[in-house]
């Protein structure tokens, strides 16, 4: 969800993620979830104290109530040695706002943040965040961003042989519709019967624990070569919350079946 990049010297022991667009959903025991758009997350982490400071923008839980930006400071984190690359790490049982007179009165809880730090080599410079935590102890809130970036293993195995590939340099771009809860996705360097492939109309799901893609009626796709005769089915995409998604569908071309998975490693805010 956030761009991040590292500071050069002297201040090279700070790493920054810089604030993309992003939306909560936010949920409440006995009542319906709902998508608050526009959210801002941005943070600093210094890697000398392992200490953060974390701002959150237009943060409201209803459409009725009056955005605010909480600020907080000193937060404590550690590295998340549970899944690949660098991952710095929030937990904390409640934070309070460090500009309270302006906070709303908001405490959060739970708290639950990481930040998926990309190699230097990596010209995204992030993978993005994953944030979820409670506010005032009532409402659940996980964060997404509204354009994600993710690339893994893509395996292609051609159904009447059994051949299969498998690469490394596939990339999937998606991007939410939280108003429509629709989502388009492209996917780019496929070692397969066609180079690339747009698949727009796709049916979106959301929950505190992830998101959830599928084919429905209007789902449309173009293929790369253009004029390629391509038709796609069973299309689904899962992410959760442990940081990986994976992606599945049928590609025919010229009457031929393919059978095209990715296993991704991510998380569920993304970001460029």
């Known amino acids: 969800m956030l761009a991040g990049c590292r500071g050069e010297d002297p201040l090279a022991k700070f790493v920054t993620a ?30 000398d104290i392992r200490t953060a400071s974390l701002t959150i923008s237009n943060l409201a839980m209803t459409s009725d109530e009056t955005p605010v930006t909480l600020m907080f400071d000193d ?26 007179e302006t906070s709303g009165g908001i405490t959060l809880k739970d708290v639950v943040i990481v930040y998926f730090e990309a190699s230097a080599a990596d ?4 993978h993005g965040f994953y944030i979820h935590y409670y506010v005032n102890g009532v409402y659940e809130v996980t964060a997404f961003p509204y354009d994600m970036q993710s ?9 009447s042989t059994g051949v299969e590939t498998v690469d490394y340099d596939t990339e999937f771009a998606l991007t939410l519709d ?3 809860m629709t989502a388009s996705m492209t996917v780019a360097g496929l070692d397969g019967p066609v180079e690339s ?28 070569p253009a004029g390629t005769d391509a038709e796609i089915s069973d299309i689904t995409v899962a992410a959760d919350e442990t940081g990986s998604m994976e992606v599945d569908f049928v590609l025919t071309v010229d009457g031929g079946d393919y ?8 998380n569920l805010n993304f970001s460029e």
């Open 178 to 180: 939280p108003e429509a």
């Open 197 to 224: 492939l747009s698949v727009e109309g796709m049916g979106l799901t959301l929950s505190n624990t992830g998101f959830g893609l599928s084919q429905k009626e209007g789902t449309s796709w173009q293929a790369v």
């Open 75 to 100: 937060v404590e984190w550690t590295y998340r040695l549970d899944v690949p690359g660098k991952a710095r790490m929030i937990k904390a049982d409640e934070l309070i706002p460090s500009n309270v």
């Open 151 to 159: 690339a893994g293993a893509t395996r292609v195995r051609d159904e």
């Open 123 to 126: 010209e995204n410079h992030s």
């Open 18 to 47: 810089v604030d993309v667009r992003s939306f909560n959903y936010v949920s409440r025991q006995g009542r319906s979830a709902v998508v608050m758009p526009d959210v801002g997350y941005a943070a600093t982490f210094d890697d």
């Open 259 to 266: 059978r095209v998975t990715a296993f991704l490693y991510s």
